[in-house]
T-cell receptor
Framework: QQQVKQSPQSLIVQKGGISIINCAYE??????FPWYQQFPGKGPALLIA?????SEKKEGRFTISFNKSAKQFSLHIMDSQPGDSATYFC????????????FGTGTRLLVSP | DADVTQTPRNRITKTGKRIMLECSQT?????MYWYRQDPGLGLRLIYY???????NKGEISDGYSVSRQAQAKFSLSLESAIPNQTALYFC???????????FGSGTRLTVV
C-alpha cells in the first residue's frame, strides 16, 4: 500500500514554463514533507521541505504548496530550466519517534530547451 | 570524499550467491538506512538503524539482512540472491537533530 501517492509519473515542460508535481497522503500523523531531487547516477538530495504549520514555502524557483485539509502537497518549479531535468520524489514522515521517510514513486521531469 | 560512500557501485551476481553491499559515512550521523529503488515504485525501506545496537526491519526486509558494525558502517546482505532483487540500492544517514537524509550514490545490483 503506497502511503504517499505521487503524480504524474513523467512530465515534459518547456524551458521557462512551470513544472508541477503533486503528492497525496493518508496518514494524518505525517508532519514533515520533503522533496528530493535525483540526477542520473546520483543519490537523491534534499531540495526543499515543509511542515504543516505553513501552507507554502519558497526557496528560489522552488515552492511547496501544502493543503492540510486535503492531505495534499505539491512542488512547483518556476521558470523551469534544462538543468532541472531530474527525478523528483516527495516524501513524508511522522516525527513522533523515528524519522523514517516514506517516499512517493517519483516523477521524471524533462525540461526541453 | 563523499559523506556517504557505498561500495561497490555496480555488481553483477548469480542467482543463489551471497552478496554484501557496504556503506560508510563521515557525517557523524547516528541513524542509517537502506533503501531499494525500482522504476515506478520509488524508494522502499529495507532496514534502518538508529544506533549501533538498534536494527529494525523496513517494509521489504524479506531476503535481506544487515549489520551495523560501527556508528559509521552499515552493511546490507543478500543471503541468496534472486533475480527480482535486481535494483538500485541506496544507503542514507540522518541525525536525530536534523530530519534531512544524506544519500550515498547507490549500488546498482544485477542478479542473473
Amino acid at each position: 500500500q503506497q502511503q504517499v501517492k505521487q503524480s504524474p509519473q513523467s512530465l515534459i515542460v518547456q524551458k521557462g514554463g512551470i513544472s508541477i508535481i503533486n503528492c497525496a497522503y493518508e496518514n494524518t500523523a505525517f508532519d514533515y514533507f520533503p522533496w528530493y531531487q535525483q540526477f542520473p547516477g546520483k543519490g537523491p538530495a534534499l531540495l526543499i521541505a515543509i511542515r504543516p504549520d505553513v501552507s507554502e514555502k519558497k526557496e528560489g524557483r522552488f515552492t511547496i504548496s501544502f493543503n492540510k485539509s486535503a492531505k495534499q502537497f505539491s512542488l512547483h518549479i518556476m521558470d523551469s530550466q534544462p538543468g532541472d531535468s531530474a527525478t523528483y520524489f516527495c516524501a513524508a514522515s511522522a516525527n513522533t519517534g523515528f524519522q523514517k521517510l516514506v517516499f512517493g514513486t517519483g516523477t521524471r521531469l524533462l525540461v526541453s530547451p | 570524499d563523499a559523506d556517504v560512500t557505498q561500495t561497490p557501485r555496480n555488481r553483477i551476481t548469480k542467482t543463489g550467491k551471497r552478496i554484501m553491499l557496504e556503506c560508510s559515512q563521515t557525517k557523524g550521523h547516528d541513524r542509517m538506512y537502506w533503501y531499494r529503488q525500482d522504476p515506478g515504485l520509488g524508494l522502499r525501506l529495507i532496514y534502518y538503524s538508529f544506533d549501533v545496537k538498534d536494527i529494525n526491519k523496513g517494509e521489504i526486509s524479506d531476503g535481506y539482512s544487515v549489520s551495523r558494525q560501527a556508528q559509521a558502517k552499515f552493511s546490507l546482505s543478500l543471503e541468496s540472491a534472486i533475480p527480482n532483487q535486481t535494483a538500485l540500492y541506496f544507503c542514507a544517514t540522518s541525525d536525530r537533530r536534523d530530519i534531512g537524509y544524506t544519500f550515498g550514490s547507490g549500488t546498482r545490483l544485477t542478479v542473473v
